[in-house]
Nanobody
Framework: VQLQASGGGLVQAGGSLRLSCVTSGFNFDDYSIGWFRQAPGKQRELVAT???????FYVDSVKGRFTISRDNAKNMVYLQMNSLKPEDTAVYYC??????????WGQGTLVTVSS
């Protein structure tokens, strides 16, 4: 099983980034996928999820700014991040969950938002 996040970088406040998560080794169509982030000195937090059926969830702090989507043909998930704020600075991770537990995790990608 592999998940690999990419697309991070340095962006100014108000800018946009699109993160990608490529997956392999499990039945992607049956899994929910989530994006998490961990800022320096803070605990990892859930950012957004998308179920196998396409239902999405967002933490309040990113609602209206971030959009999660999935491409089942490519086994990939995306996180479009707009109107970025300095407080969005973190390492972003993607994870996969068949039902209740986030079983599989990828390496993160660093997003840095400058003010």
């Amino acid at each position: 099983v592999q998940l690999q996040a990419s697309g991070g970088g340095l962006v100014q406040a108000g800018g946009s980034l699109r993160l990608s998560c490529v997956t392999s080794g499990f039945n992607f169509d049956d899994y929910s996928i989530g994006w998490f982030r961990q800022a320096p000195g803070k605990q990892r937090e859930l950012v957004a999820t998308i179920t196998a059926g396409g239902t999405t969830f967002y933490v309040d702090s990113v609602k209206g700014r971030f959009t999660i989507s999935r491409d089942n043909a490519k086994n990939m998930v995306y996180l479009q991040m707009n109107s970025l704020k300095p407080e969005d600075t973190a390492v972003y991770y993607c994870a996969a969950r068949p039902r209740y537990t986030w079983n599989y995790w990828g390496q993160g990608t660093l997003v840095t938002v400058s003010s």
